[in-house]
T-cell receptor, first 114, second 112 residues
Framework: NAGVTQTPKFQVLKTGQSMTLQCAQDMNHNSMYWYRQDPGMGLRLIYYSASEGTTDKGEVPNGYNVSRLNKREFSLRLESAAPSQTSVYFC?????????????FGPGTRLTVL | QKEVEQNSGPLSVPEGAIASLNCTYSDRVSQSFFWYRQYSGKSPELIMSIYSNGDKEDGRFTAQLNKASQYVSLLIRDSQPSDSATYLCAVRGAGNNRKLIWGLGTSLAVNP
């Protein structure tokens, strides 16, 4: 079991460029999440998907879009990157979001927007 | 505004000592509580979850929950230098609320 995988590990973009961060889990989890982590700000939820076919906004959704492609995959898209989106992005998944909601994280993507 | 508060530290303890990490939360109906460990440059790793009042032990780790006082703590016995990391507290509310509320973390340094 690879758990939660993310690609790419590192990315440098110029302002205005677009990119998609990929996330996949092999734990048969129903729910998936995208977070960003910035110094002094902690983990902040961008979007989440409680189940295949559904997505909901989190705390900081502006400038991002998501797609729950199937039960395994949940992608995060930056349509027009801004320097304020420089951050570390984590994908996470949980088995059943209606009860205990233990979330398991991928290794992260370090994104720099110049 | 639902909040989770942790002392940012750094908390410094000698090797072999007990490290005590604390977390308070504001939402009285919170149901599930989690401790994650995050090494520098790595992703958060779940180390303990607790759902009922009292203590829960797993190896050198003990989580303690007191819902009346709205705090959850993590004790690390026989601390090792490899325990040096940031410890994140996360809290989930009641009902269909799927989101976790995260603390900013406490930095722990275990000195040889």
């Amino acid at each position: 079991n690879a758990g939660v995988t993310q690609t790419p590990k590192f990315q440098v973009l110029k302002t205005g460029q677009s990119m998609t961060l990929q996330c996949a889990q092999d734990m048969n989890h129903n729910s998936m999440y995208w977070y960003r982590q910035d110094p002094g700000m902690g983990l902040r939820l961008i979007y989440y998907s409680a189940s295949e076919g559904t997505t909901d906004k989190g705390e900081v959704p502006n400038g991002y879009n998501v797609s729950r492609l199937n039960k395994r995959e949940f992608s995060l898209r930056l349509e027009s990157a801004a320097p304020s989106q420089t951050s570390v992005y984590f994908c996470a998944s949980s088995e059943d979001s209606s009860s205990y909601n233990e979330q398991f994280f991928g290794p992260g993507t370090r994104l720099t927007v110049l | 505004q639902k909040e989770v508060e942790q002392n940012s530290g750094p908390l410094s303890v000698p090797e072999g000592a007990i490290a005590s990490l604390n977390c308070t939360y504001s939402d009285r109906v919170s149901q599930s509580f989690f401790w994650y460990r995050q090494y520098s440059g790595k992703s958060p790793e779940l180390i303990m979850s607790i759902y009922s009042n009292g203590d829960k032990e797993d190896g050198r780790f003990t989580a303690q929950l007191n819902k009346a006082s709205q705090y959850v703590s993590l004790l690390i016995r026989d601390s090792q230098p490899s325990d040096s990391a940031t410890y994140l507290c996360a809290v989930r509310g009641a009902g269909n609320n799927r989101k976790l509320i995260w603390g900013l973390g406490t930095s722990l340094a275990v000195n040889p």
